[in-house]
């Protein structure tokens, strides 16, 4: 089993950053997977953000592509998304998971909440 521990989330204003991190435990061997970063906004389903392959493939969804980035650390087994230039429609929690063709695969953590307001 493996577990996720995201954090980094708060409260930011239109255009501001912020940078969330995830902590991924127990059978380390998945950190050498495909790492996701999901959201799911209130009302609405979760859906994908941005994956980072163990590679360092990194693909994005059409709605953050050019403001936020992935990255990973396959030593310390972390995941990390840096985003920018933040918009209130990226209010969500946001969860990271391993990825298997657009889904996490295993429990998910408890997120971390991101609100984008003025």
């Known amino acids: 089993q493996v577990q996720f521990v995201e954090s980094g989330g708060g409260l930011v204003q239109p255009g501001g950053s912020l940078r969330l991190s995830c902590e991924v435990s127990?059978?380390?061997?998945?950190?050498?997977?495909?790492v996701g970063w999901y959201r799911q906004a209130p009302g609405k389903q979760r859906e994908l953000v941005a994956t980072v392959s163990s590679g360092g493939n990194r693909n994005y969804a059409d709605s953050v592509k050019g403001r936020f980035t992935i990255s990973r650390d396959n030593v310390k087994n972390t995941a990390s998304l840096e985003m920018n230039n933040l918009k209130p429609e990226d209010t969500a929690v946001y969860y990271c998971?391993?990825?298997?063709?657009?889904?996490?695969?295993?429990?998910w953590g408890k997120g971390t909440r991101v609100t984008v307001s003025s």
């Open positions: 127990g059978n380390t061997v998945n950190i050498y997977r495909t």
């Open positions: 998971n391993i990825d298997v063709g657009g889904y996490g695969i295993y429990y």
